[in-house]
């Protein structure tokens, strides 16, 4: 059988999934991450930027 890992946007959206989940009787179990979903939002922001070569490279000796 497959797995899914779902990312909902905020709380609602968790709220609605789990009704769901609960309502068709399937199994899932949470996992709760230490980081702020704010941060983590930029943080993947970031990677985006540099995937898109939207970065600056700063010599050693220019510090």
Same mark, same amino acid.
């Given at each position: 059988?497959?797995?899914l890992i779902?990312?909902?946007?905020?709380?609602?959206?968790?709220?609605?999934?789990?009704? !769901?989940?609960?309502? !068709?009787?399937?199994? !899932?179990?949470?996992?709760?991450?230490?980081?702020?979903p704010e941060?983590?939002?930029?943080?993947?922001?970031?990677?985006?930027?540099?995937?898109?070569?939207?970065?600056?490279?700063?010599?050693?000796?220019?510090?």
């Amino acid at each position: 059988m497959e797995s899914l890992i779902v990312h909902p946007r905020n709380k609602e959206q968790l709220a609605a999934l789990k009704t !769901f989940m609960k309502a !068709f009787k399937i199994s !899932f179990e949470e996992e709760k991450s230490d980081y702020d979903p704010e941060f983590v939002a930029k943080i993947k922001e970031s990677r985006e930027q540099v995937k898109r070569g939207e970065t600056r490279v700063v010599n050693i000796d220019d510090l």
